[in-house]
């Protein structure tokens, strides 16, 4: 079927540092990745996204890269801000019209 | 920038009362969902829908759930006779057709409308 998986939280860091939340997926088919953050009190947002295998999804001075061999697309950032904190959402294609299945969700907490 | 507007952002009711949510999707997106986020937890797939009916729907989607389009703007989620374990934010979505997106099936999520049941 289709599942994601990924790092359980709390994960706390502190200001620029080094991030990294795994994430894996079933390997069935061949799906979109997804991450979505989801600030304080908002809905989803899209952070990134990877269509095939070695795509690098970036935005914001995060990224994952589509790992077809590992079944992997961990997200990270090279310095984190306060503002970083949110809970991340790991997510992949549920294949059709059928949307997207979500991992549970990490949450970041940043302190300065 | 489009959004997806949903509507009311928050609603409290009490249980076994009957609750409809509202969602106005992006207008050239075709298909439209519903996800529901009990507080803390992961975000689950209640049901999609496209071409005016359900394509697919989860196993939380029983008989208390229905969702329909009535008038070409508005997608709504009415859950009668709520119950306790109702409470959650829910989540619509819309996407838009495949060619519009180079098919990534990325989905353009609304703010939500948290459900309280007393």
């Known amino acids: 079927g289709n599942s994601v998986t990924q790092m359980e939280g709390p994960v706390t860091l502190s200001e620029e540092a080094f991030l990294t939340i795994n994430c894996t997926y079933t390997?069935?088919?061949?799906?979109?990745l997804f991450w979505y953050v989801q600030y304080p009190g908002e809905g989803l947002q899209l952070l990134l996204k990877?269509?095939?295998?070695?795509d690098k999804g970036s935005n914001k001075g995060f990224e994952a890269t589509y790992r077809k061999e590992t079944t992997s697309f961990h997200l990270e950032k090279g310095s984190v801000q306060v503002s970083d904190s949110a809970v991340y959402f790991c997510?992949?294609?549920?294949?059709?019209?059928?949307?997207?299945?979500f991992g549970k969700g990490t949450h970041l907490i940043i302190q300065p | 920038e489009p959004e997806v507007t949903q509507t009311p952002s928050h609603q409290v009711t009490q249980m076994g009362q009957e609750v409809i949510l509202r969602c106005v999707p992006i207008?050239?997106?075709?298909?439209f969902y519903w996800y529901r986020q009990i507080l803390g937890q992961k975000v689950e797939f209640l049901v999609s829908?496209?071409?005016?009916?359900?394509?697919?729907k989860s196993e939380i989607f029983d008989d208390q759930f229905s969702v329909e389009r009535p008038d070409g703007s508005n997608f709504t989620l009415k859950i009668r006779s709520t119950k306790l374990e109702d409470s959650a934010m829910y989540f619509c979505?819309?996407?838009?057709?495949?060619?519009?997106?180079?098919?990534?099936?990325?989905?353009?999520f609304g703010e939500g409308s948290r459900l309280t049941v007393l």
């Open positions: 829908f496209y071409n005016n009916e359900i394509s697919e």
């Open positions: 979505a819309s996407r838009p057709p495949p060619r519009l997106a180079g098919g990534t099936g990325e989905l353009f």
């Open positions: 990877a269509t095939k295998a070695d």
């Open positions: 390997a069935t088919g061949y799906p979109s």
């Open positions: 207008s050239n997106h075709l298909y």
């Open positions: 997510a992949r294609s549920r294949g059709g019209a059928d949307g997207l299945t």
